[in-house]
């Protein structure tokens, strides 16, 4: 068995800074569904932009609403500009122009994605976003969806 001696050093400052001694696992941004919507095992972006824009209301025979998490987030940040293409001042400015407009509401927020997945397990119509990390297991009735490109 080879010495640990000549990395003493540095797990000595590895301790002491707090510097990680393994990668995190990556995060993935997900949409979370109840189990009941039947689409498959992903969405694509074009639907999802749909659906977050309010463009689109049903999805595989359900009418849905859609969940974000507050601006200044991780995954919401993520979620705008992959999926819609938009900052948050874009964001901000479509959803003035659609309530000028009388058109579709933007997305109820939740503060934490703990809480998104909570209403999305009780809402079988409710779909939102989330940073998951592979392999970590969500609440029974909740499922995760990829985001095809």
Do not use: K
């Amino acid at each position: 068995m080879p010495s640990l001696r000549p990395l003493l050093p540095v797990l000595i400052l590895a301790i002491l800074f707090g510097a990680p001694l393994a990668a995190e696992p990556e995060q993935e941004l997900v949409v979370v569904a109840s189990v009941s919507l039947d689409v498959g095992d992903s969405l694509d972006v074009r639907t999802l932009r749909r659906l977050y824009l309010g463009r689109q209301t049903r999805l595989g025979g359900h009418r849905i609403a859609c969940l974000a998490l507050p601006p200044g987030s991780p995954a919401r940040a993520r979620f705008n500009r992959t999926v819609l293409g938009l900052d948050e001042d874009e964001l901000a400015d479509y959803w003035i122009d659609e309530a000028l407009q009388g058109g579709a509401l933007p997305p109820a927020e939740h503060e934490t994605p703990a809480r998104l997945v909570a209403h999305v397990q009780r809402h079988p119509g409710a779909i939102g976003y989330i940073l998951h990390t592979p392999g970590t297991p969500l609440p029974d009735g909740v499922q995760v969806l990829r985001i095809r490109r």
